[in-house]
Each structure stands twice: as C-alpha cells, then as structure tokens.
C-alpha cells in the first residue's frame, strides 16, 4: 500500500482558484490509480474526482465538473487537484486515496490507501 499526504488546503474566497497535492511514498506509485474526495461538515464522504495510473482517463462528480481538474506525475509520485470558481459548498476536508487498478473510480469501497485531509474554507 501507499503512504499519502495531502497538502494545500486553506481559507479561500468564492470564485478563487486552489490547488490541493497527494504525494505518495511508494516505489509502485504508478501502478494505481488515485482518487480525491471530500467530506463537508455532518454530510457522507463523496468521490470528487479520479484518474487513472497512466494519465489517460479522468472522472469528476456532476458538482465539480467544468471547475476542477486532476492531473498527475508519476516521476514526482503526485497527483494534482486545481480548483477554479470554488464556493462554500466546496468547504470540505480533502482526502487522496488509491487503489492499484487501472481505471479509477469515485466509489469509496476499490480504495486501499487513504491520506489524512486537507482542509479547504471556502468563505468570504
């Protein structure tokens, strides 16, 4: 399994940009595809977005979709969430997580390995 940190989270207005970080420790970082999601105050965890070991393939929930990209780089072991136009309900803790298939997915249940969070305020 993969060890993951997130990092980059923080307060932030609506309609600014951020971007979170998942760096992995790990030799086979390559061999999995990775996933973010976020859990907002009394509300169930929800897939964000995902992207497969190679780079190819991408998804995002409905909510985020046209705002946030993912993109990784799998000689530095890290994959990228840029947020654009964010807003309070994106106020969440963050959380990277991988499983080592191929293809992604935004279910919760493929995931072995999870990081800790980052948290992101979205507030004026």
């Known amino acids: 399994q993969l060890q993951l940190v997130e990092s980059g989270g923080g307060l932030v207005k609506p309609g600014e940009s951020l971007s979170l970080s998942c760096v992995a420790r790990g030799s086979t970082f390559g061999e999995y595809s990775i996933g973010w999601f976020r859990q907002a105050p009394g509300k169930e965890r929800e897939g964000v977005s995902c992207i497969s070991k190679y780079g190819t393939s991408t998804r995002y929930a409905d909510s985020v979709l046209g705002r946030f990209t993912i993109s990784r780089d799998n000689a530095k072991n890290t994959v990228y969430l840029q947020m654009g136009s964010v807003a309070p309900e994106d106020t969440a803790v963050y959380f990277c997580?991988?499983?080592?298939?191929?293809?992604?997915?935004?279910?919760?249940?493929?995931?072995?390995?999870w990081g800790q969070g980052t948290q992101v305020t979205v507030s004026s």
């Open positions: 997580a991988a499983r080592e298939t191929l293809l992604c997915s935004l279910a919760e249940s493929p995931y072995t390995s």
